[in-house]
């Protein structure tokens, strides 16, 4: 069964930092892109990066850029993103999620809630 | 704003058949797989439809999926009150370097 399971979410002030971690099993993570997807209250998804299964292809959404970074460590099966500069419009809940050809998101973890507020 | 417009609603009595557009554009639709997603409030989205028109094996039937030039669709049939949900389309967008969801849709079953 694949299982997918966010951990480091909390409260965050303004021009903080957070680091997000994936842990994922029951499928050869190695063999699989992976996205970061969030989700505000009360909104739609909004797909935040992706990274190939080797680390060397990623990709982040504009509002992102400059700010957060994801990276993979096959050996351990484990996402991260390292969200830095953190905003209050990046409070959402954050998905990890298995992604097919980086072209659909298959399976989706829990979430973990991000609030920035001061 | 999203590149991808859906209609905001739709509604049907049980057992009716709904479908839900998807309209974008050549960068997205045009040159991409479309996905279809089912948002339950308080759940992870869940994957009904992926390239186009394949169902994961653990997706009932009465779902299905099409896409013509920039434009996809998803159908609904046997409407059931557990459809009640918000669903969204997904694609690649080559112009944007990014993967976009649609505008959404809420089903309502009369």
């Known amino acids: 069964e694949v299982q997918l399971v966010e951990s480091g979410g909390g409260l965050v002030q303004p021009g903080g930092s957070l680091r997000l971690s994936c842990a994922a099993s029951g499928f050869t993570f190695s063999s699989y892109w992976m996205s970061w997807v969030r989700q505000a209250p009360g909104k739609g998804p909004e797909w935040v990066a992706n990274i190939k299964q080797d680390g060397r292809e990623i990709y982040y959404v504009d509002s992102v850029k400059g700010r957060f970074t994801i990276s993979r460590d096959n050996a351990k099966n484990s996402l991260y993103l390292q969200m830095n500069s953190l905003r209050a419009e990046d409070t959402a809940v954050y998905y990890c999620?298995?992604?097919?050809?980086?072209?659909?998101?298959?399976?989706w973890g829990l979430g973990a809630l991000i609030s920035v507020s001061s | 704003q999203s590149v991808l417009t859906q209609p905001p609603s739709v509604s049907a009595a049980p057992g009716q058949k709904v479908t839900i557009s998807c309209s974008g554009s050549s960068s997205n639709i045009g040159s991409n797989y479309v996905s279809w997603y089912q948002n339950l409030p308080g759940t992870a989205p869940k994957l009904l439809i992926h390239e186009n028109n394949k169902r994961p094996s653990r997706i009932p039937d009465r779902f299905s999926g099409s896409k013509s030039g920039t434009s996809a669709t998803l159908g609904i049939t046997g409407l059931q009150t557990g459809d009640e949900a918000d669903y969204y389309c997904g694609t690649w967008d080559n112009s944007l370097g990014a993967y976009v969801f649609g505008t959404g849709t809420k089903v309502t079953v009369l």
């Open positions: 999620v298995r992604t097919e050809d980086s072209s659909s998101f298959d399976y």
